[in-house]
């Protein structure tokens, strides 16, 4: 056992250098100038949290002198503190790539108040990596819930409230109507916040018989197989797959229902773009439904708040195509994902829209109304180049909301493409590709116009109330 | 191409693991015959309900209804069929926790002493406990769950 504890002393003597490094690494890169303020309070927080891991693992070899455990039961405690290691350096990956060098500047501004409007005590980082990945995730709440009770809590104290951790793909980081997709991410913020699954679950009736006629299926199965698979081990796969993805598939799916209160039809096209890129209509997982699943949600959704016969017509054309897909009966590729199927219905389906409803207030909701006047005020500037980051009369224009910019860029996307691409220089519009980049561009100034307008009416507001 | 666990994902493995590993240290110390402190014996209760989750999630498919809790049933329910490897019978499962149940109940009151050997069965439950969540956060920090993912590009499991 001496010898053993020689190696533990040994194996905390070169974490706490590893965790001295990761503190070093605050030092390095604490000087570059990040787009936002909640870059540099992460870094913040890994450096205390690198600090207190030396202390924490200081606090271990009296755990390994005392002659309790067993060297195995040492080993793994140690190598669990030492794994938050890692996890700084997935922190620190975090702020990588959110400099003004790399993240869309002028999206962040915008975002960043926009994440504020929906939850006051939200921070984001918006970092932009060489990875096909878009991911908004809240990880002050799982840091806190993780460091709660333990030496490293009061390193929770330099985190705000929610901090959002937004990565966007590089080579698509100006591709800003795909962002809409953020509002998906966000929606899985205020699933959590407002405990939207607590009212909702309980409803679901997920069919006692099918659940037992697969588990008695694959345990029939399984007694055909040479060597059987134990009943109790069947029994346990089958509940981890069927709770597991019908969770997954009712947050991922409130999630979306959530992000198209919020930004309205921009969610729905901008989801169906990239996930026809990137996914297979019925493939699922786990963790996802199938596209055609979620569609057929956003459709349903659509359909209920917006006046779809009133759309451009080569909008409801393009509504009309993915109702006419969605409503294609999906069949599970696996036993386990056909219950899923199953269970969640159109009734299902209608329980998560009303649900999201308690997530977002009606101030913060995209509207019909809203999609209609943005369609035909702001759309059409962008038809003369005009980035419509404001809207009003001369000296009295207002700044023009995310969701609207998002949502007028979309609708000349989809139903005004051509006369777009005619309006601009012959040499700005020669390729599809390169007239998209100049609507993309002109969604971009119009975003950072209205965060301007924004911030100088505030400006104004607050000498103001100083005079007063 | 994209693992889909989230960072909450890979935190919540790493809490459980420590309870997991503080609570094997109170039942060492138990072993030894030591007097166990209140947090000792709050850890141990906490062993209790860990316990009581792996046995809901056992009878989950009896009547598998919905609410938040689902989901730690079947994670729990998991966790502990990785910890009794030699146990393949459901009827030894349930009778296996319920007893690890009442030594670990025990404990926790302070009101008697188990014998030394259910001591340490619920301590090597215990351990094998915090080795297989100690795989999982290793697979969630190795890719298969790499934090800053999310998948609008669903892929393969």
Same mark, same amino acid.
């Given at each position: ?51 207190? #891991? ?22 793994? *405690?140690?190598? *669990?503190? %030492? ?24 999206? %962040? ?14 921070? #984001? ?13 809240? %990880? ?35 591709? #800003? ?83 198209? *209160? ?128 404001? %809207? ?77 | ?117 259910? #001591?340490?069965?619920? *301590? ?34």
């Amino acid at each position: 056992m001496d010898s053993y504890q020689r190696i533990a002393a040994l194996k905390i003597r070169t974490a706490q250098e590893r965790a001295h490094a990761v503190a070093e690494e605050v030092g390095r890169v604490e000087n570059k100038v990040y787009a936002s303020p909640a870059s540099k309070r992460l870094l913040q927080f890994v450096l205390d949290v690198a600090r207190r #891991i030396q202390k924490l693992l200081e606090d271990e070899k009296a755990v390994a002198s005392a002659d309790l455990l067993t060297p195995a039961e040492l080993e793994t *405690r140690l190598h *669990r503190i %030492i794994k938050l290691i890692p996890v700084l350096h997935l922190l620190l990956g975090f702020v990588d790539g959110s400099d003004v060098h790399h993240s869309p500047g002028q999206l %962040i501004p915008t975002l960043r108040r926009y994440a504020h409007s929906i939850i006051p005590t939200s921070e #984001i980082v918006v970092s932009s990596k060489p990875e096909l990945n878009y991911s908004i995730q809240d %990880i002050a709440g799982a840091l806190k819930n993780l460091f709660f009770g333990t030496l490293l809590e009061p390193s929770c104290e330099l985190l705000p409230e929610f901090l959002f951790v937004v990565n966007i793909p590089a080579v698509e980081s100006e591709q #800003i109507l795909i962002h809409g997709v953020l509002a998906h991410e966000l929606g899985h913020a205020l699933y959590d916040k407002c405990k939207v699954a607590e009212g909702m679950l309980p409803k679901i009736k997920l069919s006692e018989e099918l659940a037992k006629n697969l588990a008695k299926m694959m345990f029939e199965s399984q007694q055909r197989q040479p060597n059987p698979t134990p009943e109790l081990r069947l029994r346990e796969l089958v509940t981890q797959e069927v709770a597991g993805r019908i969770n997954g598939w009712v947050m991922e799916l409130s999630s979306d229902a959530i992000g198209i *209160r919020l930004f309205g039809p921009a969610l729905f096209f901008a989801a169906v773009h990239l996930l026809l890129s990137f996914a297979h209509i019925d493939q699922s997982s786990k963790t996802h439904p199938p596209t055609r699943l979620r569609v057929k949600l956003m459709i349903r959704m659509l359909k209920q708040f917006y006046s779809l016969d009133e759309w451009h017509s080569e909008l409801q054309a393009f509504s009309n195509d993915w109702d006419s897909v969605s409503a294609v009966p999906i069949h599970g590729r696996t036993a386990f994902d056909q219950l899923a199927i199953e269970t969640i219905n159109d009734g299902v389906l209608d329980l998560i829209s009303d649900a999201s409803g308690t997530a977002v207030s009606p101030a913060q909701s995209y509207t019909s109304d809203r999609f209609n006047s943005d369609a035909a005020d702001l759309a059409p500037l962008f038809l003369s180049q005009i980035p419509p980051g404001e %809207i009003g009369p001369y000296g009295r224009s207002t700044p023009v909301e995310l969701a609207s910019i998002i949502n007028a860029g979309w609708h000349v996307y989809l139903c005004d493409f051509e006369a777009f691409r005619k309006s601009l220089h012959p040499n700005v519009g020669s390729t599809r590709f390169s007239a998209a980049a100049k609507l993309h561009e002109l969604v971009l100034k119009a975003l950072e116009i209205s965060e301007i307008k924004t911030s100088w009416e505030e400006a104004r507001s607050v000498s103001k109330r100083g005079k007063d | 191409m994209h693992s889909e666990h989230r960072f909450s994902d890979l935190t919540e493995s790493l809490k459980n693991g420590f309870l997991v590993d503080d609570i094997v240290l109170a039942l060492a110390r138990a072993e030894k015959g030591e007097s166990l402190g209140e947090k000792e014996r709050r850890l141990l209760g906490k062993a209790v309900s860990i316990l009581e989750l792996a046995e809901a999630g056992y009878r989950w498919l009896d009547k598998p209804e919905l609410t938040t809790e689902t989901k730690s049933f079947a994670t729990f329910f998991g966790r502990a069929v990785n910890a009794l490897p030699s146990v393949y019978a459901s009827e030894v499962f349930l009778e296996r926790v319920s007893d690890l149940k009442a030594t670990a109940a025990q404990l926790s009151s302070g009101e008697s002493t188990p014998a030394r050997g259910k #001591i340490q069965l619920l *301590r090597t439950f215990f351990y094998n406990t915090a080795q297989s969540e100690l795989d999982r956060t290793e697979q969630l920090l190795a890719g298969e769950g790499s934090a800053d993912v999310l998948k609008w590009t669903v892929t393969n499991e």
